[in-house]
């Protein structure tokens, strides 16, 4: 039952996702309101799964990933309330997207249960570089990622003419994200690599959620970053890119800390 | 015969229908013209600025028809639909529009209060007026007044002080987009007056890298060399855009010269730096849809209205002291108004005295004094004239200031008084031209 409804959500989330992500960028307010629609189902159906798994004797999540759950729910409801008050474009891009990463992780937990720890895994040197240079490369990732939630609502701002209330230049802003990136993104490619490599050396060929979910994550900030220091590409699109890459990395790195 | 009023501003109509009202400088005289050719209507003047379109005309008659004439002659001979005009142009007359022409003129009903750029405009629509021979005693006294009372505002009033300008609001708003705006590029397309006075605040805003471009490049030359900076032909606009960060726009052209097509070219040369883009040009410069291209900003004059109500909040209480100094002026320019009323009666009383004396005077130098030398009979006659002149004095004064009497019932007491009947009155309209000679 949790299983069946995470998974719901983090669909019903995915399309909101898509619809915000293509209203922001097409001035598309119709899809906005759609997304916001599902969003707001997608989080009814968390809190249905929420209160089943509380209520239930033996619940499907374990106590880390039931709190990561009620601690989203509790954010999504704060940030929604502030949202409309403030009625921004920016809110529920952010809220959807992130929400996504989060279900999808739950209810991957949630369907697969824990995983067979393998035998001969040790903590080699490979493995500490890998891990530590892909939390490493999340941690930059995590102040761009604020960076270009920053740029998308000041630049709403801008071309809604609104005055006062700004969080900076857009160019400063635009900046010090790509520079967080430039950095980040050496530093995530090392520890894709580095797992991949751990991974042929166990003999394991499975391709689990969060592998996908990094390669795509990868796919995203290799596109974004090449076509940046190569042509200049900047703005609203590569923000949203930056978001979306941001959340493909969060849903990979909370299974990874699940498992 | 009164003051009339008919227009639309920044208040009353968004800026696309004040695209579509506005009169470009080739066609003001030609329409002028046609205006005082239609009945009612004696004298016009038009102002035509990126804020609003006002016509200033002194009818005679029926007001409501002149008005009606007005409209026709504004619209309908323009091919422009009235259903769209209908909740925006507005008619004054009377005291009221005294009252609004003295405000405009001393920029308290401009968006951005204060600025001087406007008086300045107010001299040149009725300068080109007056080349067309459309104003005449009665409106250019009026505006004369209108002047004064600008004046006076501005010197009796601290509301044209930390106004704030085009050039002043574009580099704060280019503040919100570029971290160092010393460091922009500016480009500045035309040379006119508002760019003059863009130019003038770029300059005072320490920004030193600036290009002028212009259609006429010598006044571009002209304009750049005053503040140091480099003049640049038109024909290079696009390789322009390529290379500026700000780009402000007040050029008279009819038509964008910025389009959509245009700015998406511009838009990877540019290598998808940010373009911020002021256009303070009625008609627009710049299309509206470059506004939807992500990297581009675009802000036109309307947009700019926000900013000038942060500065109206301001400078209230100079608001409020110019607002009062413009109905001093309001209530001095009616009381010569007034006084242009009774000018026939007075004429008329003051003729038929006159008469009198020199009829009597010439009737006892005859009879009487027959053989009186020239001299004595030159200050006879000035003697005769100083007393009419003295017992008509109380007359005359009581009915240029009827200081609440009812100036018709003066007029009527007087006319009995003197002898004088209505058809000794002067024509209206010989009296003003006495008047003007």
């Known amino acids: 039952m949790t299983g069946t409804l995470l998974t719901s959500a983090a669909v019903c989330l995915g399309v909101a996702t898509a619809l915000h992500f293509s209203g922001l960028l097409r001035a598309h307010a119709r899809r906005s309101a759609a997304g916001r629609v599902l969003t707001a189902l997608s989080v009814g159906l968390l809190i249905v799964a929420g209160v089943f798994e509380l209520s239930n004797e033996s619940p499907m999540l374990p106590m880390g990933p039931q709190v990561l759950l009620l601690v989203s729910l509790g954010v999504t409801l704060v940030i929604g309330a502030v949202g409309r008050t403030r009625s921004s474009a920016v809110v529920g891009p952010v809220v959807s997207s992130l929400l996504m990463a989060v279900a999808f992780a739950l209810a991957v937990k949630a369907l697969r249960g824990d995983l067979p720890t393998s035998e001969s895994a040790e903590l080699g040197t490979i493995t500490v570089v890998h891990i530590g240079s892909t939390l490493l490369g999340f941690l930059l990732f995590i102040p761009a990622f604020v960076l270009a939630v920053l740029f998308l609502h000041q630049q709403e701002r801008i071309k809604r003419k609104l005055l006062g209330g700004g969080v900076g230049s857009l160019l400063g802003l635009e900046r010090q994200a790509w520079r967080l990136l430039a950095c980040g993104f050496p530093l995530y490619s090392i520890g894709i690599l580095l797992g991949f490599v751990w991974q042929e050396s166990q003999g394991s060929d499975a391709v689990r959620p969060e592998h996908v979910l990094s390669a795509l994550s990868w796919c995203v900030y290799a596109m974004i970053t090449y076509r940046h220091f190569r042509s200049g590409w900047r703005g609203k699109p590569a923000a949203v890119a930056n978001m979306a890459a941001f959340c493909c990395t969060l849903g990979s790195v909370l299974l990874y800390v699940m498992r | ?437």
Not at chain 2, 62 to 88: C, K, P, W, Y
Not at chain 2, 105 to 118: R, T
Not at chain 2, 206 to 215: D, P
């Open chain 2, 1 to 437: 015969m009164q003051l009339v009023i008919l227009g639309l501003n920044h208040k009353t109509a968004p800026l696309e229908r004040r695209e579509s009202f506005a009169v470009a400088k080739d066609d003001v005289a030609p329409l002028l013209s046609e205006l005082c050719a239609t009945q009612g209507v004696s004298e016009a003047a038009l102002l035509s600025t990126c804020n609003r379109v006002e016509l200033y005309a002194i009818v005679e008659g029926n007001v409501t028809a002149a008005i009606e004439q007005l409209h026709v002659t504004m619209l309908d001979h323009r091919e422009l639909n009235r259903s769209d005009f209908a909740g925006s142009l507005y008619a004054l007359d009377g005291t009221e529009a005294l009252h609004h022409l003295l405000r405009v003129a001393a920029s308290l009903d401009s968006m951005v209060m204060g600025e001087p750029q406007i008086l300045g405009q107010v001299k040149e629509a009725v300068q080109t007026a007056r080349d067309a021979g459309t104003v005449g005693m009665r409106l250019g006294r009026i505006f004369d007044a209108a002047f004064t009372a600008a004046k006076s505002v501005r010197t009796h009033t601290e509301i044209g002080q930390a106004v704030v300008s085009i050039g002043s609001v574009a580099a704060d708003l280019a503040a919100r987009i570029f971290d160092d705006l010393t460091r922009c590029r500016v480009l500045l397309v035309g040379a006119g007056k508002m760019a003059e006075a863009t130019a003038r605040s770029l300059s005072a805003a320490g920004i030193e890298r600036v290009y002028v471009a212009n259609r006429s490049l010598d006044r571009a030359v002209t304009l750049a060399q005053r503040y140091g900076w480099r003049a640049r032909n038109m024909s290079e606009l696009e390789e322009l855009l390529v290379e500026a960060d700000v780009v402000i726009m007040s050029t008279g052209a009819r038509r964008p010269l910025i389009d959509a097509s245009l700015a998406r070219r511009v838009v990877p040369a540019r290598k998808y730096r940010p373009l911020f883009i002021v256009d303070i040009a009625v008609p627009r410069n710049v299309d509206a849809s470059v506004s939807d291209i992500d990297t581009i900003y675009l802000y036109n004059v309307d947009d700019l209205e926000s900013v000038s109500q942060v500065n109206l909040e301001n400078r209230k209480e100079a608001a409020a002291q110019a607002e009062a100094l413009v109905k001093e002026h309001v209530v001095s320019i009616e009381a010569w108004s007034e006084g242009l009323k009774v000018q026939p009666t007075l004429a008329a009383i003051r003729s038929r005295a006159d008469g009198i004396a020199r009829a009597e005077l010439d009737k006892t130098l005859a009879r009487s004094l027959p053989d009186l030398d020239e001299a004595t009979r030159t200050a006879l006659e000035k003697m005769a004239g100083s007393m009419v002149a003295k017992l008509l004095h109380p007359t005359m004064d009581a009915l240029r200031n009827p200081n609440g009497r009812d100036p018709e019932t003066l007029l009527d007491t007087a006319l009995l008084l003197h002898g004088v009947t209505p058809s000794d009155l002067p024509a209206e309209r010989s009296s003003d031209s006495e008047e003007t000679s």
